[in-house]
């Protein structure tokens, strides 16, 4: 069974410009996360979906970032313009909803790098 | 609320030694409690799962851990620890199964 796959794994942009990072589930996996990890610390949820409807965005910043999982099945995360205190590796994943644990799988992650 | 508190940010051990993680959470209901490890440039992996079933849980690569409510602590621990181990640990509490609550993780040094 193929895992969560996230692309690119790395990127390298200026401030202010545009980037997005793409994320698809696990098949059958309904729940999809994005989750800011930053040097040393544990991820931060950012956005949850169920199927395409997004549940929790309390902590997604909606100047800059936005994100869309028009079909329910992959997702593209996009923040415009970059910041230099966005540098971060941005994780994808997703869960399976009749799991009542919601065990998560991760993806590898893209990290992003903002000069 | 929920919050995880992992305490050590380094913890360091020679092979062979035992390997104890600490972790103490904070939760107004019966939490459920997990612990991931996360090597180089991956993404993150369950090691195992606290679920109210029995209080010492036992995951992969022959890590355990021990739920004491008392404490409200779920303390990651392998008796032998192997080269392999080096990774960053991270607990993480849900009440819901929706939202997790990451801690700051610890990163394990293993010397040979």
């Known amino acids: 069974e193929a895992g969560v796959v996230q692309s690119p794994r790395y990127k390298i942009i200026e401030k202010k410009q545009p980037v997005a990072f793409w994320c698809n589930p696990i098949?059958?996996?309904?729940?999809l996360y994005w989750y800011l990890q930053n040097l040393g610390q544990g991820p931060e949820l950012l956005i949850r979906y169920e199927n395409e409807e997004a549940v929790d965005d309390s902590q997604l910043p909606k100047d800059r970032f936005s994100a869309e999982r028009l079909k329910g099945v992959d997702s593209t995360l996009k923040i415009q313009p970059a910041e230099l205190g966005d540098s971060a590796v941005y994780l994808c994943a997703s869960s399976f909803p009749g799991d009542p644990l919601g065990e998560q799988f991760f993806g590898p992650g893209t990290r992003l790098t903002v000069l | 609320a929920q919050s995880v508190t992992q305490l050590g940010s380094h913890v360091s051990v020679s092979e062979g030694a035992l390997v104890l993680l600490r972790c103490n959470y904070s939760s107004s209901v019966p939490p459920y409690l997990f612990w991931y490890v996360q090597y180089p440039n991956q993404g993150l992996q369950l090691l195992l799962k606290y679920t109210s079933a029995a209080t010492l849980v036992k995951g992969i690569n022959g890590f355990e851990a021990e739920f004491k409510k008392s404490e409200t602590s779920f303390h990651l621990t392998k008796p032998s620890a192997h080269m392999s181990d080096a990774a960053e640990y991270f607990c993480?509490?849900?009440?819901?199964?929706?939202?997790?609550?990451f801690g700051t993780g610890t990163s394990l040094t293993v010397i040979p």
């Open positions: 098949s059958g996996h309904n729940t």
């Open positions: 993480a509490v849900s009440e819901s199964g929706n939202q997790f609550y």
